[in-house]
């Protein structure tokens, strides 16, 4: 049997925008394979009134059968020269899903996106749990990168309990 996964985007905002094809094709096959078979749905969640909402930060509401499933967030973080793009997705209690990393734009320090490094986020569910060299082991080579993306998503973690908090998602 052939599996067919359709998602469908509703409102795809500025930094998915700067996401290379490649980087998108990325995002969307590692949502269907989460969500095999079903039809997953991206609702964007404006954040424009949002207090200290990270500035590139997008949130998506991820949605099955019109019924919320998971929090997408695309965010960027600083690596040794450049920057590099990559998601987290959230279970609806905010605990990590899963981590990716969809666009990384230098010669070195390309190991962060490694799933076997990134599992470490894994069932994470606040900020204190990823603390870099304790929760979270650095990588030879990919220190910068290492610290940098650990360090992002403690504050996009931190941001969603705040949103959660005040009833924003």
């Not at 998108?24 to 949502?31: A, P, R």
């Not at 990559?86 to 981590?99: P, R």
């Amino acid at each position: 049997m052939k599996k067919i996964v359709l998602i469908i985007v509703i409102g795809f905002g500025c930094l998915s925008a700067d996401l290379p094809s490649g980087a998108i094709k990325k995002m969307d096959k590692t949502i269907q394979a989460l969500w095999e078979n079903q039809v997953v749905k991206k609702e964007i969640i404006d954040l424009s009134t949002q207090q200290n909402a990270p500035a590139h930060l997008q949130l998506n509401k991820l949605l099955v059968n019109n019924k919320p499933v998971a929090f997408l967030a695309l965010s960027r973080a600083k690596s040794r020269v450049d920057f590099f793009d990559y998601m987290i997705i959230y279970n609806l209690d905010l605990s990590i899903k899963t981590i990716q990393v969809l666009a990384y734009r230098e010669d070195y320090g390309g190991e962060i996106a490694s799933n076997r490094w990134l599992k470490q986020f894994t069932g994470k569910k606040n900020a204190e749990e990823m603390k870099f060299g304790q929760d979270i082991q650095g990588i030879s080579g990919a220190t910068v990168s290492a610290r940098s993306l650990t360090t992002d998503v403690q504050e996009v973690s931190k941001f969603m309990y705040q949103l959660n908090s005040k009833g924003a998602i």
